[in-house]
């Protein structure tokens, strides 16, 4: 028994290593399993899975807990036989991914049908060029505060955006990007809502202290393809040379201490950290404005999870100012939980969740200049997971902005 059960270990590990053919990413049958993690040898052996197979981990195997693993019907029996044999408890947190998705679908395109023509609402899910059309007009409506300006094109090519608000009186300034992983659509949603709030919200007196940097969706590529062809899309889309699988992890792709740790050198792998760092155009562009930009404080939003996580992600090591953002972390939290009462982790992302190294928060708090950097992993806890639904936007979105409007009240004044 004992090597059988070492032979499927094994065949999980090498089935995908070196494949001909791209996996299949269907998911008919697939599972979404909730596996309680007690002990460090097992999370270690995750981590080992999610680098070196085609697994993918909803949740990152994090500190012991539960870590959400999406797992396709041919992989069922031997990942069921591992959890047994490991002794671990799951359970199944979605039985079939298909026909999720297919009923989150039928919701979307009621939501959008409700939402109307309006040019943006938070209804709905918008996609990447209702995004840019929207930020443009900003650009026309705002004259006075808006700019937008065409930094990049993605490796698809479609044009990236870098919204700009500010009255011209700011000394510090909020750098802040979302949907580096394409399906993580909650994110996008938010930062569009602060912009909204800034420029004609309860944020716009905030203005005259903090100048303000916005790129909302800063995977263009990997986000349309989640709105057109896998709603489960993680990484960008550039192909790889040499394997049959499309895409790197942008935020396994960043320099600093590139894949030294909870990064795959596997094309195949939902953590690739990419051939070289800044293998993909997107995240050059946005480290390109971050060069000139030099923002005080680096914010980009990730779910699902509700963590608010500070550097440094490659090592158990922290920070030297680890103490400062650890405390503005916790008021900012404080802010977002007296919204709603939705309660979050913080914490440095490798005492949060297992080290991961090329991650945009690690950046720019080293190479970047920036004093703070957080990385906030939004609603939910997994309950509807990437699929948060449309009435959950709104909830989302304002108590987050408690803790972002939080944020820049400190760095205006302090
Ligand atoms: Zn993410």
Not at 41 to 49: K, V
Not at 91 to 108: C, F, G, N, T, W
Not at 187 to 196: D, K
Not at 305 to 319: A, F, I
Request: hydrophobic letters at 40%.
């Amino acid at each position: 028994m004992k090597l059988k059960l070492a032979v499927l270990l094994a065949g999980i590990a090498l089935a995908t290593a070196v494949p001909l053919h791209e996996p299949s990413r269907d998911n008919h049958g697939a599972q979404v399993l909730r596996v309680k993690v007690t002990d460090l040898a097992d999370l270690t052996y995750f981590a080992y899975l999610q680098s070196r197979t085609t697994l993918d981990f909803w949740t990152e195997p994090r500190a012991l807990g539960e870590i959400d693993i999406m797992v396709r019907r041919w992989d069922l029996p031997m990942l069921k036989a591992v959890l047994l044999h490991r002794k671990l408890q799951y359970s199944i947190h979605i039985a079939d991914v298909h026909r999720h998705l297919a009923d989150m679908k039928e919701k979307h395109l009621q939501a959008r049908t409700r939402a109307g023509d309006a040019r943006m609402s938070w209804d709905a899910y918008y996609n990447y060029d209702e995004i840019n059309a929207w930020l443009d007009s900003l650009a026309a409506d705002y004259p006075s505060i808006a700019t937008v300006t065409d930094v990049g094109t993605s490796y698809e090519g479609r044009t990236m955006k870098l919204l700009k608000l500010s009255t011209g009186q700011a000394v510090h300034a909020i750098f802040t990007d979302g949907g580096m992983h394409a399906r993580e659509w909650i994110a996008p949603a938010t930062v569009t809502y602060f912009i909204q709030q800034l420029v004609a919200g309860d944020g716009v007196g905030l203005l005259d202290d903090v100048d303000f940097y916005f790129m909302p969706s800063i995977n263009p590529d990997g986000y349309a393809y989640t709105f057109t062809e896998d709603r489960l899309w993680r990484k960008t889309r550039s192909p790889n040379p040499g394997s049959p699988c499309v895409g790197t992890d942008p935020n396994r792709n960043w320099s600093f201490h590139w894949m030294e740790g909870g990064a795959s050198d596997m094309p195949c792998s939902e953590i690739y950290a990419g051939p070289e760092p800044f293998s993909e155009v997107e995240m050059r562009v946005v480290r390109d404005q971050l060069l000139v930009l030099r923002p005080r404080v680096y914010l980009t939003f990730h779910s699902y999870s509700q963590l608010w996580m500070y550097p440094w992600g490659y090592t158990t090591d922290l920070p030297d100012n680890w103490e400062d953002m650890h405390s503005l972390a916790i008021a900012a939290v404080a802010a977002l939980t007296a919204v709603h009462g939705t309660q979050y982790e913080v914490g440095s992302s490798s005492n949060t969740s297992y080290i991961a190294a090329g991650g945009s928060d690690d950046w720019a708090l080293s190479v970047g200049g920036s004093e703070y950097a957080y990385t906030i992993e939004l609603r939910d806890q997994g309950q509807y997971g990437f699929e948060l639904p449309e009435n959950l936007i709104i909830p989302t979105a304002e108590e987050t902005w408690e803790g972002f409007k939080l944020i820049a009240q400190f760095i205006g004044h302090y």
